[in-house]
């Protein structure tokens, strides 16, 4: 709804994704999608101000795609399936976002992950153009 001006609170917002990216909130995940859609949309609208805040949010995208891929409890298959694609978005937005930065920075998380699922969402990062 904000557009462009989502800029203005950047900093707050940041700390708000970040925060619900880190925690499971039951089998729907309805939280972590919704913030996930608004991490989309923050790039999407504010991507001038993003390449600065990789670090951070790469670290939380990778954090939460290991946990989702890791998590044995009462999340449904799709309800994963659709958190790991919706975060592979995100990454791929920042990438672009940060001309190609991201690509760089998961060639070593790449290498010595082992796990299949994690793999694929950072193979479809790299393999975007």
Request: hydrophobic letters at 40%; one cysteine or more.
């Amino acid at each position: 709804r904000l557009g462009i001006q989502i800029v203005r609170h950047l900093k707050r917002l940041e700390r708000v994704i970040l925060g619900y990216l880190e925690v499971c909130d039951g089998p729907e995940e309805e939280a972590r999608l919704g913030v996930l859609e608004t991490l989309h949309c923050t790039i999407e609208h504010a991507w001038p101000r993003m390449p600065c805040r990789i670090p951070v949010l790469l670290k939380a995208l990778l954090k939460m795609i290991w946990d989702v891929h890791t998590d044995h409890g009462s999340t449904p298959e799709p309800v994963k399936a659709t958190l790991l694609q919706r975060a592979t978005e995100c990454l791929i937005l920042l990438d672009r976002c940060s001309e190609g930065r991201v690509k760089v920075l998961l060639e070593g998380v790449y290498s010595s992950c082992e796990e299949t699922r994690v793999r694929e969402c950072i193979r479809a990062v790299q393999e975007n153009t």
